[in-house]
Structure formats: structure tokens, C-alpha cells
């Protein structure tokens, strides 16, 4: 890790002004979060299977008021040096991620000068349905959505199959999720709207609600987890 984190520190020092080093002199320094980084990779990793490591990719630093003031000129460019730092522990110990990498820097007021916390999640990537554009219009004129990592799909009748296979209508790069996990069906009588979640014979299962379910019945809120992905359904009103 030593000759990691050297690296880290000779390419900021490349990368930024006199004045970043003058800003961070009696503050936290950015090796500490650097290694802070590398060490909540290394403790949330899980196993996938014998040769695959499940790491977030989803990174929220919170700082102090006074850090987070000074650090805040250079967030970018630290952020994009944390990220190569990251990324190539990532590489060197084989984990696997589920998405683009990203990480952040937010004020916590309760934080005193010099300390920090790292905050971490896993971000699966998803490709849209397909032929469908995920516009104002679109998410307005239907009254059954699903959000998926921050991202809001308008769905239709008869539903739509969620996958990590590019067979699949929605496709989740999952590594927990099947080819053909679960599909979500939409059935529509005159103005009642039913909405289902049925289990496609998936490797890990379908866990609606916090059971775990082969075919369950929908509701406005309900959450569903297909590996390490959490999917919300919402019913709303159309809008005229």
C-alpha cells in the first residue's frame, strides 16, 4: 500500500498549486483520505465466488466544515487522483465493480477540524428498456415507474423483464442479478392498475420487501432487491 499511496501523493503534487499543500498544512491531508479510500474498499468487499470480489463504487467523503471550505478549490482534481488511486486497487487486487466510479466531498457540520468519514455504496449500472426514452413526458404520462439507482423507468403493460443478460428488457450489470432475474408485470382493468414481481427461476432469488418471494403483489413504495440492487416501484396518478 506504501508505494501505492507514494504514487498518489506524487501525482497530486503535480497536479496542483503551492497553495493546495498551504491549504491542507493544518488540516487532513489528502494521503489520509487516500488510504481511508483504499481501506473501505478492502472492508466491504464480499464474495461473489471463489475468484470474484463484489467493492462499492460509490464513494461520499464527508469533511469538517473548516477542511471542506479549504479542500473545496481542489475537489476535482483530488477526486480524479483518488479515482486513478482507487481504480488501480481495484485492478491489483482483482475485485470487481458494478459501475463507473465516483467519488465525493460533503460538509458535515458535526465533524471537528482533521476529521473526516468515507461513506460507501454500490451503484449497479442500468441500461434503459429499450426504445424507450426516459423523458418528463414519458415518466409524467405513466402512472407505474420503477427507480433504479437514482434513475426513474416509465413502464407499460404487459411489464418488462429485469436482467443482466442483454435479452433482458432492463439490464442491470449486477453481478448478483441472473441473465433473466424477475420480471415485473403490469395488468390494467378499467382504472385499477395490479402490479406484480415474479421470480424467473434466478440464482439468487427475488426478496420483496424483506421477504423473499417466487410471485408477490406491488405497491406504491414497495422495494425490491435482486442482488445488490434495490429497486422502488412507484404508482402515481397520471398527470392530464
Same mark, same amino acid.
Given at each position: ?16 498549486? *503551492? ?72 485492478? /491489483? ?20 477540524? @482533521? ?15 429499450? @426504445? ?8 409524467? *404520462? ?22 443482466? *443478460? ?56 414497495? /422495494?425490491?432487491?435482486? *442482488? ?13
Amino acid at each position: 500500500m506504501a508505494g501505492v499511496l507514494q504514487r498518489f501523493e506524487q501525482r497530486l503534487e503535480g497536479a496542483v498549486s *503551492g497553495a493546495f499543500a498551504r491549504a491542507f498544512r493544518s488540516a487532513v491531508q489528502p494521503v489520509e483520505i487516500a488510504a481511508a479510500l483504499q481501506r473501505e474498499v478492502d472492508n466491504s468487499a464480499h464474495i461473489l465466488s471463489r475468484e470474484r470480489m463484489l467493492v462499492p463504487n460509490v464513494f461520499t467523503v464527508e469533511l469538517s466544515p473548516p477542511d471542506f471550505e479549504r479542500l473545496n478549490p481542489f475537489s476535482t482534481t483530488l477526486a480524479d487522483e483518488l479515482s486513478t488511486l482507487v481504480n488501480e486497487h481495484v485492478v /491489483e487486487q482483482r475485485y470487481t465493480m458494478t459501475g463507473p466510479l465516483e467519488i465525493s466531498f460533503t460538509n458535515a457540520p458535526e465533524l471537528s477540524t @482533521g476529521r473526516f468519514r468515507v461513506r460507501s455504496r454500490t451503484n449497479s449500472s442500468v441500461t434503459p428498456v429499450a @426504445g424507450q426514452r426516459m423523458t418528463e413526458t414519458a415518466i409524467r *404520462g405513466s402512472n407505474v415507474l420503477i427507480e433504479v439507482n437514482g434513475m426513474k423507468h416509465p413502464l407499460s403493460p404487459p411489464g418488462v423483464v429485469i436482467g443482466r *443478460g442483454n435479452e433482458a428488457d432492463l439490464k442491470i450489470d449486477d453481478p448478483g442479478i441472473s441473465r433473466r432475474h424477475c420480471q415485473i408485470k403490469i395488468h390494467q382493468s378499467g382504472t385499477e392498475t395490479t402490479v406484480t414481481v415474479v421470480d424467473l427461476d434466478s440464482t439468487n432469488g427475488v426478496v420483496l420487501n424483506g421477504h423473499r418471494v417466487k410471485t408477490g403483489v406491488v405497491v406504491d413504495g414497495s /422495494e425490491i432487491r435482486l *442482488g445488490n440492487t434495490v429497486i422502488v416501484i412507484r404508482m402515481t396518478e397520471v398527470e392530464a
